[in-house]
């Protein structure tokens, strides 16, 4: 099932591989990567997924959910043609799409929405916190109505008794916060070194399915003669979250972790976190559709049970040391149960630096209230720890291996470069008018710009707006349907501009109110890096007009028709722009927070060239100062 799994994700959907987050956090910053969110990659995960779960492998199902509510609203909102068209909404349908399988996953539509907010999208505007929770809702209201777990719970594992923790506890939960910051932080190094090697190494590399069943067959190897690694996470993680004193689906589960030697205990405790340790940092990675979720819940939970055991044994052989002097004669001083989900939410934290989605998360998987304030406790260590390794996240790590254009916004710029020395000088533009229909379709066939800045005339410069070739295309359909319209129809734009105008009023007008600024460049995910831009050459009307290329090589024809076309409707006046002054730390920060694919650069309202994404990464790769894309 494994190698078949593989197989499908090679030859049909490479982008069905890994849990998905990388490519909806990539989409969803702006970057336009074809196939990640299509309709092969919806089918295929979902059958891969199936048989890489069922093949023993050490993965979880759970964040592939992710994206494959994402495919399946990309798939959706492609079909509205005037959804189609607007990036900004796709990328909205597509942010309520994660809430919503967050929601589906867990059984979690609270956990669901937070995450789609602070992991999932780079801008997250105020009304876009409805929808998702309408879409998390729904999603968990369909899933009640299907009723998964065939007991009319929602809840995946179930705190069946209030546990009542004393303060001396919160020391050893600030504890499980450092042990599972240190955890993750430890996974995500080993697991970005052994991606690397999987990566330069032809005979792994090369062979994604003979990867796979070696993985297989090593998992059930190591996991077949231990008693609790014949289980899956899901059946282990609610046996190591139920305490003794409630009813366990699974007696033998129930027999080992209440009754069990010392020895034995310790032995197959220490020996099932070490294994599933290992063997999640050679899973995650490999071309199948696998998660992470679970797998380092299960890690977790194994830790913090058996810190919970020793503290309790502890309680019981020391009752009169200073901090056991809270319990009372019971049994119940110390709970392991309790430690297993504080465990679990902290090593969770510290591989995908979320916190606050997972203390929410937590407390809807597990339906329990009186250990939220001992989780947040614990997570808010873990990213102390997390921070003090300088450990990022799983998902921004593997985005920089596979080498998405993704702009971190925890990245610190510290150079002084301007914008001048980043942009693309002379770019292809069309003018406001004077352009026929023939003139743009020749254009349009002879360049791959997604985007053409307006200007009101090739002399002068000025930006008018920016218009995508998505729309310039549907403009023109639109135009030859009716009657009379031939390609030697002019066509106009016609929007009021000035030659007056002011930096300061320029950059004010054209701002970033919206989204919408499409890059000039299509990011593809392809060769994003490459040399870094050389500086612009000088702005002066002359050069620059000898430097430009100019719209003659397109042979363009300037015979117009008495009937002229406005296609004002489909341009877009509020692009981004920045000044020739800018400098990169800004510049870093209008992309990052806005995510946007591209801006103008203008000085007094005249265009002086264009910044893309790509040509951003490119140049922050090249600096010396700065983090690599890469760890070597």
Request: include cysteine; aromatic fraction near 10%; charge should be neutral.
């Amino acid at each position: 099932l494994g190698g078949t799994a593989a197989w499908l994700v090679m030859v049909h959907a490479p982008y069905a591989a890994g849990s998905g987050i990388p490519e909806v956090k990539a989409v969803l910053s702006g970057v336009l990567m074809r196939g990640s969110l299509s309709a092969s990659t919806l089918v295929i995960k979902t059958v891969g997924l199936a048989m890489s779960v069922s093949s023993g492998l050490n993965a979880g199902k759970e964040g592939p959910f992710v994206h494959l509510a994402a495919c399946l609203a990309s798939i959706l909102a492609r079909m509205v043609p005037s959804i189609a068209l607007d990036h900004v909404q796709v990328c909205e349908i597509v942010a309520c799409a994660s809430a919503a399988g967050v929601a589906v996953a867990f059984a979690a539509p609270i956990g669901g929405v937070l995450f789609a907010f602070e992991e999932a999208s780079s801008y997250f505007p105020k009304h876009l916190v409805w929808r998702c929770f309408f879409c998390a809702t729904l999603a968990a209201l369909f899933l009640k109505t299907l009723n998964p777990f065939f007991n009319g719970k929602l809840v995946m594992f179930e705190v069946t008794s209030a546990f009542k923790w004393h303060r001396f506890e919160i020391l050893l939960f600030v504890m499980l916060g450092i042990m599972g910051g240190a955890i993750g932080s430890l996974f995500v190094h080993l697991n970005v070194k052994w991606t690397h090697y999987r990566l330069r190494t032809p005979r792994i590399k090369n062979h994604p399915v003979r990867e796979v069943l070696v993985l297989v067959f090593i998992t059930i190897l190591v996991s077949y003669f231990v008693p609790l690694g014949q289980l899956n996470n899901t059946e282990l993680l609610a046996g190591l979250f139920k305490s003794c004193a409630s009813p366990h689906n699974n007696e033998s589960t129930h027999s080992f972790l209440c009754h069990a030697s010392a020895h034995s205990f310790i032995s197959v405790m220490v020996y099932t976190a070490v294994s599933k340790f290992i063997l999640s940092v050679v899973t995650f990675g490999v071309r199948v559709p696998a998660g992470l979720f679970v797998p380092s819940l299960t890690i977790g939970a194994v830790l913090g049970r058996l810190v919970g055991v020793v503290v309790r044994h502890w309680s019981l052989v020391y009752p009169n040391f200073f901090l056991f002097r809270e319990c009372d004669a019971s049994s119940n001083c110390v709970e392991p149960s309790m430690y297993a989900i504080i465990g679990a939410a902290s090593v969770l934290g510290g591989v995908t630096q979320v916190s606050v989605s997972i203390a929410v998360i937590i407390f809807e998987l597990t339906g329990g209230v009186t250990h939220l304030i001992p989780v947040m406790s614990a997570l808010l260590f873990s990213k102390f720890t997390c921070g003090f390794f300088g450990a990022r996240s799983i998902y921004d790590t593997h985005i920089n291996i596979k080498r998405y254009p993704f702009l971190d916004k925890s990245t610190r710029i510290h150079d002084t470069t301007l914008a001048a020395h980043i942009m693309r000088a002379s770019p292809v533009v069309i003018p406001a008018a004077g352009f026929t229909i023939g003139d743009i379709e020749r254009l349009l066939e002879d360049t791959t710009f997604y985007g053409f800045p307006v200007v009101n005339n090739e002399l002068e410069m000025l930006l008018v707006g920016n218009i995508v070739r998505p729309e310039l295309t549907v403009a023109i359909e639109k135009a030859r349907e009716e009657r009379g319209v031939t390609a030697l129809n002019e066509v106009t734009f016609s929007v009021p501009y000035t030659t007056s105008f002011s930096e300061e009023s320029v950059r004010g007008a054209t701002s970033a109110l919206s989204l919408v600024g499409s890059m000039a460049r299509e990011d593809s995910i392809d060769e994003i890096s490459g040399p870094t831009p050389e500086p612009s050459p000088p702005s002066d009307p002359e050069k620059r007009h000898r430097i430009r290329p100019s719209l003659s090589s397109y042979n363009f024809r300037h015979e117009l028709a008495s009937t002229s076309l406005d296609f004002c409707s489909y341009l877009d006046s509020f692009v981004p722009t920045v000044s020739m002054s800018t400098p990169l730390d800004k510049v870093h920060a209008f992309f990052s927070h806005m995510g946007i694919r591209s801006c103008m650069v203008t000085s007094r309202g005249r265009l002086e060239g264009i910044i893309s994404k790509k040509d951003l990464i490119a140049y922050i790769d090249n600096m010396e100062d700065l983090p690599k894309k890469y760890f070597l």
